[in-house]
């Protein structure tokens, strides 16, 4: 996904010459042909995520397209103020393209953890936050943020993840996408958790449950529209996020289905990290097992709803 | 230190006008900074007031934002903005508040969290280098604001990139809220600080108009570093009662009385 999206701006910044990419001490690798064709508007900076994002938001102040990239707790966290500030309330096009969003970097330790950023983000006025399925759909959203206005934060995942089957349905900021149809319950999903709603979906169908799946991945601004109507006709619904519990998407689907005061109340999960800190190691599919983010844990969850 | 013409004295006094509305505001590092904005305002800066957003504008960052007081008395008075909205300062429905707002005509991004100013403004100085542009910018920062780790981020960016057309302006007044910045998050040798990281210093006597003047027209410093100047100023300069006196960093509440008698200072100086 990395390299998709890498690859991606400068075939933008081709494109377009309001173009300029910005990383922050980030691996070589995939960068060397933008550096070489676009030395101007290749920058690369040190380990100080603050001032890359005001500097990115002088850039953009001044009519450019920055699109920065380093790894998401610190593209995320430690610039939390100049997002807020600089970016959002100047409401600037700069995209922040966070590497290893999630449990990616799980051996890594908690540190390197990014599960609330969607969370931190979401409560942000101009802030867009997008986390794509696999290579695939970030092939198809990627166009989409050039001329989009204000700020963008895209969670990228590990790479190589599992293509979610498209209907060669574009690909709009802030639209969610069925992926299956169900009567019994709604499973939805962001970035690389849908796949696995959808696994979760056949495990529920041999059990004679039809789950239908819902893929979001925008996050804000969320699709109420789409989340309301396919929730509407179901029992259950289930939210699944490589995320904090608080603030991202669950909460998100909990708002809408709250306020939509359905005549019949849902049966409702979010599924999701606890509210503590991930104290291991290991890979992200053992932590994401832990805490029942599997397909086998959502139709667990799904099937324990509707009994 | 320079005394105050006539001048420099009208302006403060419609700061103090200003807070006759609000009763409140950063006066005092209004006053620090008011020689240096008015300077960069009357004779360096290029700009249209009546196109605050035109492309060949020299862009300058108030990221001293707490200082806006003496931003906004030189922004009414070239014709910004109506003189009138000085007098609605923090009100409810105001156009100014306490800390630049980027709705503001005339201001280029919101301030006043501090150490967000040069990174900005480096990002601007670098587009204009990109785009081939002659433009030049500036970033005006407090000296407490210089303990912002950020700030020397900037520095080092900046200085990489070799930005001439950058100016750095630190009102130096050696105060902030608590007290002396030296006591507090000492920042000397604060010159070779700057010097270390790349950038062409000045020290200037930042309320002295003819030496500011001076400064300016020597820019840049280097053909190819980013400058800075260091503008030594009184925190609260013109009235005795507030130069140097950490109880006068914010003023809430002023009354009649009180304000009268900084007037009196003033015009007695």
């Known amino acids: 996904m990395r390299r998709t999206i890498l690859r991606g701006v400068h075939e933008l910044a081709k494109r377009d010459e309001r173009v300029v990419f910005i990383?922050?001490?980030?691996?070589?690798?995939?960068?060397?042909?933008?550096?070489?064709?676009?030395?101007?508007?290749?920058?690369?900076?040190?380990?100080?995520?603050?001032?890359?994002?005001?500097?990115?938001?002088?850039?953009?102040?001044?009519?450019?397209?920055?699109?920065?990239?380093?790894?998401a707790t610190f593209l995320t966290r430690r610039c939390y103020e100049q997002i807020v500030i600089d970016l959002c309330m100047h409401n600037q096009p700069v995209r922040l393209i966070g590497s290893g969003g999630g449990t990616v970097y799980a051996p890594l330790g908690g540190t390197h953890l990014a599960i609330e950023d969607m969370a931190i983000l979401r409560c942000v006025p101009h802030m867009t936050v997008?986390?794509?399925?696999?290579?695939?759909?970030?092939?198809?959203?990627?166009?989409?943020t050039l001329d989009y206005p204000g700020p963008i934060y895209i969670r990228l995942a590990k790479g190589g993840d599992n293509v979610v089957p498209h209907d060669?349905?574009?690909?709009?900021?802030?639209?969610?996408?069925?992926?299956?149809?169900?009567?019994?319950?709604?499973?939805?999903?962001?970035?690389?958790?849908?796949?696995?709603c959808l696994e979760a979906a056949e495990l529920l169908a041999q059990q004679g449950i039809e789950a239908a799946v819902l893929h979001a991945p925008t996050l804000k601004p969320f699709d109420h529209e789409a989340l309301l109507a396919h929730a509407a006709p179901v029992r259950a619904v289930v939210s699944v996020e490589e995320g904090v519990k608080h603030g991202g998407l669950g909460s998100a689907v909990a708002e809408c289905i709250a306020e939509a005061n359905f005549p019949a109340p849902k049966r409702f999960a979010r599924m999701a990290f606890p509210d503590a800190f991930l104290e291991h190691f290991g890979s992200q599919?053992?932590?994401?097992?832990?805490?029942?983010?599997?397909?086998?844990?959502?139709?667990?969850?799904?099937?324990?709803?509707?009994a | 230190m320079a005394s105050l013409d006539a001048r420099s004295k009208a302006l403060?006094?419609?700061?103090?006008?200003?807070?006759?509305?609000?009763?409140?505001?950063?006066?005092?590092?209004?006053?620090?900074?008011?020689?240096?904005?008015?300077?960069?305002?009357?004779?360096?800066?290029?700009?249209?007031?009546?196109?605050?957003?035109?492309?060949?504008?020299?862009?300058?960052?108030?990221?001293?934002?707490?200082?806006?007081?003496?931003?906004?008395?030189?922004?009414?008075?070239?014709?910004?903005?109506?003189?009138?909205?000085?007098?609605?300062?923090?009100?409810?429905?105001?156009?100014l508040g306490g800390h630049?707002?980027?709705?503001?005509?005339?201001?280029?991004?919101?301030?006043?969290?501090?150490?967000?100013?040069?990174?900005?403004?480096?990002?601007?100085?670098?587009?204009?280098?990109?785009d081939k542009k002659p433009h030049r910018v500036f970033a005006l920062l407090g000296d407490g604001e210089c303990a912002e780790g950020s700030v020397w981020e900037a520095a080092i960016s900046a200085g990489k990139f070799g930005l001439s057309h950058l100016t750095a302006i630190v009102d130096r007044n050696r105060m902030q809220c608590y007290g002396s910045t030296e006591d507090i998050g000492p920042l000397e040798p604060f010159r070779s600080k700057w010097e270390s990281f790349g950038w062409a210093v000045r020290e200037v006597d930042g309320h002295d108009v003819a030496a500011l003047r001076e400064a300016f027209a020597a820019l840049p410093l280097a053909p190819d570093r980013p400058s800075v100047l260091i503008a030594s100023t009184v925190k609260g300069k013109g009235v005795p009662t507030m130069e140097n006196n950490p109880d006068f960093h914010h003023t809430n509440k002023i009354g009649d009385e009180a304000l009268d008698a900084l007037y009196a200072e003033l015009e007695s100086q």
């Open chain 1, 23 to 71: 990383g922050s001490d980030i691996s070589k690798r995939d960068l060397a042909a933008f550096a070489e064709e676009f030395p101007d508007r290749y920058i690369m900076e040190g380990v100080y995520e603050q001032h890359v994002v005001g500097l990115a938001a002088g850039l953009a102040m001044s009519g450019k397209i920055p699109y920065i990239n380093t790894i």
């Open chain 1, 130 to 144: 997008v986390a794509c399925s696999d290579a695939e759909e970030m092939e198809r959203f990627l166009p989409t």
């Open chain 1, 168 to 196: 060669g349905s574009p690909f709009v900021i802030g639209k969610a996408y069925l992926k299956r149809a169900g009567d019994d319950a709604l499973l939805v999903g962001t970035g690389t958790t849908t796949l696995r």
């Open chain 1, 285 to 306: 599919n053992e932590i994401m097992a832990r805490y029942g983010l599997t397909p086998e844990g959502i139709a667990q969850r799904t099937a324990e709803l509707l």
């Open chain 2, 12 to 95: 403060r006094r419609r700061i103090l006008d200003m807070v006759r509305h609000s009763r409140r505001g950063h006066i005092a590092s209004g006053f620090s900074l008011l020689e240096i904005v008015r300077v960069l305002y009357d004779e360096v800066l290029r700009y249209d007031p009546k196109n605050p957003s035109w492309d060949g504008r020299d862009r300058f960052v108030f990221s001293k934002g707490h200082g806006c007081m003496g931003l906004y008395v030189l922004l009414a008075e070239k014709g910004f903005f109506p003189d009138a909205e000085l007098d609605k300062f923090c009100e409810f429905e105001a156009l």
């Open chain 2, 100 to 130: 630049p707002e980027h709705f503001v005509p005339g201001v280029e991004a919101a301030t006043g969290s501090l150490g967000h100013g040069l990174s900005i403004a480096t990002g601007m100085a670098l587009a204009a280098r990109i």
